[in-house]
């Protein structure tokens, strides 16, 4: 049995910055409600890292395991909160929480009543431009090897023994960087050195001598 470690406060505190404190999908923004989900089963990942949590609702909670909310919209809901997008326009007109109404009759002189809506601001800084985090489809792919690594990887040496933060190590050794921090100029080199990490696995290399794919080339993936 495996005993599994409480996510760190700290850890909570910036998914829930990182997602402005509201849901992805439907902007609900009760924190009864909300939870971090990971995006990479606890199971499989056995650790919790900040760039495979995710702040949902627990009704979108439920829609994630159900698959009624795809796996891309979750991808695609993280990468945006990662960019500081998570700004979602509401009806206009509509009060919601930002909203502070203060109200009072002031003795009877002025029956006042102040409304402010202020506009949500994002804590973010956004990704610097020209680096792979600054183009969706891009990060997508880099990201997608780097899951399909991770897969591969999980054949060989079992579910629960495949430890992430090691990819993302070497990944910084040879380029000098976290992946999506690097220059798009390098976005070629990384995708070949993820592809050829994958073929090196174990899984990789027989796949490899059958002639069968281990993974779909970036135009596929752009597809799908
Ligand atoms: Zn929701």
Not at 68 to 90: L, W, Y
Request: glycine share 6%.
């Amino acid at each position: 049995m495996t005993t599994r470690k409480a996510l760190p406060k700290r850890l909570e505190k910036t998914i829930y910055q990182q997602f402005g404190a509201q849901c992805p999908f439907c902007g609900e923004q009760d924190v009864s409600t909300l939870q971090i989900h990971h995006i990479e089963p606890h199971a499989v990942v056995q650790e919790h890292s900040a760039e495979n949590l995710l702040l949902t609702c627990a009704n979108c909670h439920q829609k994630i395991e159900d698959r009624r909310i795809s796996a891309r919209d979750v991808h695609r809901a993280k990468f945006e909160a990662e960019q500081g997008g998570n700004v979602r326009p509401k009806a206009s007109g509509t009060a919601n929480s930002n909203t502070v109404t203060v109200s009072g009759d002031n003795h009877g002189m002025v029956a006042n009543s102040i409304s402010v809506q202020t506009l949500k601001t994002s804590i973010n800084v956004a990704p610097m431009s020209g680096t792979i985090s600054a183009s969706y489809s891009r990060r997508n792919y880099a990201k997608y090897l780097i899951d399909r690594y991770h897969d591969f990887k999980r054949a060989e040496v079992g579910k629960g023994n495949v430890r992430h933060a090691v990819l993302y190590k070497s990944i910084e050794r040879e380029f000098g960087a976290k992946w999506d921090n690097l220059p798009e100029e390098r976005f070629e080199a990384l995708v070949s050195y993820l592809q050829r990490r994958i073929d090196s696995t174990r899984l990789g290399k027989n796949r490899k001598a059958r002639g069968q794919a281990r993974y779909s080339a970036f135009d596929e993936h752009q597809t799908k």
